[in-house]
């Protein structure tokens, strides 16, 4: 992020800035108190999952009760299947209707590019019951890509690749032009890389959307073999465990884990993707 | 290149995501409304026109409009406190206060996390007896309280864990329209003789204004679609203290299997977020700062 070289004379000086500095370290510890409340639990015996001892023993046996306890092993990789294939359909389908809508003026362009933006409000998340009944007639409820249709045409993405693909100089366009290159070369070889840093913001947000995705993959799926993580954790932590909750929270962990450290490891590119991705 | 082929080649672009958007955004808004006004098939009962009776059983459905309530309680306690954080979050994070990547860190972080596990999470800090806020209750001798089991605290208790998934989220948005404002404003602001408070109010909030439009619509939206954490900690319980309109669609459609009374909830869904788009078309679009 870039920082003003200047600092600026509204910045709080003196005692205001203890107290301000204060606040944000307070507000920032309740913010980061759930996880570490999680934390705490899901490495330390059951007997201490509410008790808060320095001296409490650390343990992996939690992870590895929970992990034996439900299929996590199948969930990581149904989700890493469904997020793979709605990132690269996104971004297949969303490049070529991103590059039509910068570069062609084509008949009805301008009601084909409302008819995308009306999927910013009317998205799939809601039209749940009638998406479950074209899932049911294609015949493929409890699957993978039953999850994934209905984000595969992202009006996001379409709108986001389309405003990045209009800054493109049309002078290096046509320069490709000239030389005797085609669309479909031109879009690839001048168009996608120039565009990176906006596949790489997009691919970001897109991959922790569906990782963290809920209700739709609760729906469409009920076996062990298509259910992503999430629904795999919430099936888990719903029947009865006797409400262990070393376990649970392990489990959660588990679930949100590699994204977690991802955005641990990658924060400045995870912040500037959402930001990117966010501002269009 | 030809100014018919120029035709040909953007609809041959666009066709493939055209076609997923007509097979499951388009066609499906579509038959929502379309089954809205059938009965739900059954069996060898196949569907039958029915007219508005759906419709007139949500009117009378009490569930219904204690959904609609809990839904609009839930976004005026979520929306404005999540941007009044956001902003607040934002400002510090700007201002270089000691760790400031730590303090951003802290404030980003629930965003990546799935809102199932966090709520998971959030279950067992307000579970009674030995959660979290029950200890620190207990410490000031409060006595016992089931924070998500009494219908007066749990949609509280809901809209809190919402509010700590967003904040962050919304923070990031005016941190970048922060790094925008050119310092010379507030040098000059400042050889004006103009206070902290008057260069905020006047001058920082004014140019977030863009900024707030943008977030206010991502809220709006949300508060009508997070039903995440409803489905782990509350099940829109007790007695539908927390059942949101997407909540109560979901137990109508995949509970009750009442699909066309579902469709017929999903319509006031579809009206609700329409009227957003129509308000952000009228109002707000030529104000905003993209494009």
């Not at chain 1, 259910?227 to 262990?244: A, E, K, M, N, Y």
């Not at chain 2, 201002?95 to 709520?119: E, H, K, Q, S």
């Not at chain 2, 010379?184 to 408070?197: D, K, M, P, T």
């Not at chain 2, 009442?258 to 104000?287: I, S």
Request: one cysteine or more; aromatic letters at 14%; glycine letters at 6%.
């Amino acid at each position: 992020m870039s920082q003003a070289a200047r600092r600026s004379p509204f910045e709080p000086t003196g005692f205001g800035r203890v107290l301000e500095t204060t606040a944000a370290w307070v507000l920032a510890v309740l913010w980061a108190l759930p996880l570490l409340y999680a934390v705490w639990t899901a490495f330390h015996p059951a007997e201490f999952s509410a008790r808060f001892e320095l001296t409490a023993p650390l343990t992996l046996q939690n992870f590895a009760n929970a992990w034996n306890a439900a299929p996590f092993g199948r969930y990581f990789v149904n989700t890493v299947a469904l997020v793979t294939l709605i990132l690269v359909s996104q971004f297949v389908l969303c490049t070529l209707a991103a590059y039509a809508f910068a570069r062609f003026r084509f008949f009805g362009a301008d009601v084909a590019f409302f008819l995308v933006l009306l999927q910013l409000m009317i998205m799939p998340d809601i039209l749940i019951v009638e998406n479950y009944r074209t899932m049911a007639r294609l015949g493929i409820l409890d699957s993978i890509p039953a999850i994934a249709l209905p984000y595969v045409a992202s009006a996001f993405g379409i709108f986001l690749l389309r405003q990045t693909f209009k800054q493109v100089p049309r002078e290096l366009d046509e320069a490709a032009r000239v030389e005797g290159a085609g669309s479909l070369r031109i879009l690839l070889r001048v168009y996608v890389p120039l565009a990176k840093p906006i596949y790489l913001a997009y691919g970001l947000v897109s991959v922790s959307h569906h990782w963290n995705n809920f209700l739709w993959p609760l729906i469409v799926t009920n076996s062990v073999e298509s259910r992503p993580l999430t629904v795999g954790l919430q099936v888990f932590s719903s029947t009865d465990q006797g409400i262990d909750w070393s376990i649970i929270t392990a489990a959660t962990l588990i679930t949100s884990g590699p994204l977690l450290i991802a955005f641990l490891l990658f924060q400045r590119q995870f912040v500037q993707s959402f930001m990117r991705a966010g501002i269009r | 290149m030809t100014r018919v082929n120029a035709h040909v080649a953007g609809w041959l672009l666009l066709l493939p995501a055209v076609a997923f958007l007509a097979l499951f955004t388009h066609w499906p808004a579509v038959a929502t409304l379309i089954d809205s006004f059938h009965s739900t098939p059954r069996g060898r009962r196949p569907a039958a026109f029915v007219g508005p009776d759906n419709y007139a059983v949500m009117i009378d459905d009490p569930v219904f409009w204690q959904s609609v309530s809990n839904n609009l309680w839930f976004a005026v306690g979520t929306i404005p406190v999540s941007i009044a954080l956001a902003i607040l979050m934002a400002l510090w994070v700007n201002d270089r206060l000691a760790g400031r990547t730590w303090l951003r860190t802290a404030y980003f972080t629930p965003t990546v996390l799935p809102m199932i596990a966090v709520a998971n999470i959030w279950l067992f800090f307000y579970t009674p007896q030995y959660g979290l806020l029950e200890q620190v209750t207990g410490l000031f001798g409060a006595p016992s309280h089931n924070w998500l089991g009494t219908p007066d605290t749990a949609l509280a208790c809901v809209i809190v864990v919402a509010i700590w998934k967003e904040a962050g989220f919304f923070m990031i948005f005016y941190l970048a329209a922060l790094q925008q404002i050119p310092p010379s404003l507030a040098e000059a602001a400042a050889l004006e003789g103009a206070s902290r408070g008057y260069y905020l109010r006047r001058i920082v909030l004014p140019l977030l204004m863009p900024t707030t439009m943008f977030v206010l619509i991502n809220a709006v939206i949300n508060a009508f679609r997070m039903v995440d954490h409803i489905i782990v900690m509350t099940r829109g319980g007790p007695d539908n203290a927390t059942s949101l309109l997407l909540f109560y669609i979901y137990e109508v459609g995949f509970k009750f299997w009442d699909t066309a009374y579902a469709a017929a909830l999903t319509m006031v869904l579809v009206v609700v977020l329409g009227a957003v788009a129509l308000a952000q078309y009228l109002f707000l679009e030529r104000r905003t700062h993209y494009q």
